[in-house]
């Protein structure tokens, strides 16, 4: 038997078939999946069979702790996998959308991946309520949100040097947002690559279109930069997961006299009697009946 060590690696970098790997010693190289499908993604470890000095074949991709990804009729995309922390990122100009950041956040549960909200550009004074007030009712759920300004970085670092230590955190968010601004303040070498970037691309703006993982300088922690979406399909969810997305839920489905219930049109539901109560934002309910509706259209096919 051969008993050689499969080399292995992490991929740092995709772009379409293009991967980069980093190795343990640091080293880089690119790398080519085998066959016709590349099903890598940012963040995977895979083993692979090198060729020449810097270049590689993927073999296969190594067990995943998790993977997050949303999916339309049409296609899947995946967005980076065994990360330990979404930060989502939303800003008041332009204003962010609360559909798409609600089913980022359903995304992030249904993986049970700890999902952070950065409300980004805390100087825009003028803008702010109106982006707090939208808001309101995501904190009232439970989840965190944590407001500063990317083009402060002293802000930045004292913000999220603790909540980084340690993790692989992953930037997600609308085009933008300040996502690639914010990267750039926790990690000063990353500007040069993404100027070199958008300057070879062409594009002459910051604006990100494609995915990469950066380590934090003086931590253990690493951070994904990800280019920003207009859609967020969760066609892949099962009614269950939708739920989970929805903490402010929790408390009130067992009181559901249905154990099917749906929590959309049945009576005693536990879901209902607490929006009727105002313990339930008619905003948040109303996203879960079009993520569950979405959900059902497709499984008709
Ligand atoms: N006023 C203000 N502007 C900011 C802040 N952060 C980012 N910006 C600006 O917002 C714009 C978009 O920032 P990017 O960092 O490129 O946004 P992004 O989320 O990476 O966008 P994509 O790569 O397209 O997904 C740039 O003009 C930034 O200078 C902030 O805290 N305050
Ligand atoms: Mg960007
Ligand atoms: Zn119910």
Redesign the pocket.
Known sequence: MDKTPVPQGRVIAAHGRHYTVELADGSLRKCFPRGKKSQATVGDLVAFTPQGNDEGSIDRILPRRNLLYRSDDTRTKQFAANVDQLLIVVAPEPLFSDDLLGRALVAARSVDIEPIIILNKSDLHGSMPLARQRLRHIVAAGFKVIELSALTTVEVNAELSGVLQDKCSLLLGQ?GMG???L?NALVPDAAAA?REHSQALGAGK???TSTRLYHLPGSTGDII????FQAFGLSHLTPDEIVQGFPEFDDVIGLCRFYNCTHRHEPDCGVLNALKDGKIAPERHDLYKRILAENEARSRY
């Open positions: 085009s996502k690639s601004t990267l993404t910051h604006t990100t930069d990800s280019p920003g």
